[in-house]
Nanobody
Framework: VQLQASGGGLVQTGGSLRLSCAAS????????IGWFRQAPGKERDGVSC????????YYGNAVKGRSTISRDDYKNTVYLQMNSLKPEDTAVYFC?????????????????WGRGTLVTVSS
């Protein structure tokens, strides 16, 4: 099983990025997918998640109203569209598979992880 997060980069405050999480060796439409982020010196926090059906989504307070999670099961990929980016969004973003999707979802609840992608928001 391999997960690869991509789409990070350097963006100015107020800009947008779309992160992608592509899977191989695993069919994503069977699983809940979560996005997490970890800023330097901080714990890894849940950002957003989507159920295997795509019918249920959850957003952490830090990104609620500014982000949209979606999935394309034909491409075996999950996306996180982030808008109105702020310097405090700077972090390494990770995607993970097969965990709970809901309030206070935790990294420890997820089984498979990919390498992260760095998002840097300049002020």
């Amino acid at each position: 099983v391999q997960l690869q997060a991509s789409g990070g980069g350097l963006v100015q405050t107020g800009g947008s990025l779309r992160l992608s999480c592509a899977a191989s060796g695993l069919t994503l439409d069977y699983y809940t997918i979560g996005w997490f982020r970890q800023a330097p010196g901080k714990e890894r926090d849940g950002v957003s998640c989507i159920s295997h059906s795509g019918m249920s989504t959850y957003y952490g307070n830090a990104v609620k109203g500014r982000s949209t999670i979606s999935r394309d099961d034909y491409k075996n990929t999950v996306y996180l569209q982030m808008n109105s980016l702020k310097p405090e969004d700077t972090a390494v973003y990770f995607c993970a598979v097969n965990g709970r999707c809901g309030s206070h979802f935790q990294p420890s609840e997820y089984d498979y992880w990919g390498r992260g992608t760095l998002v840097t928001v300049s002020s």
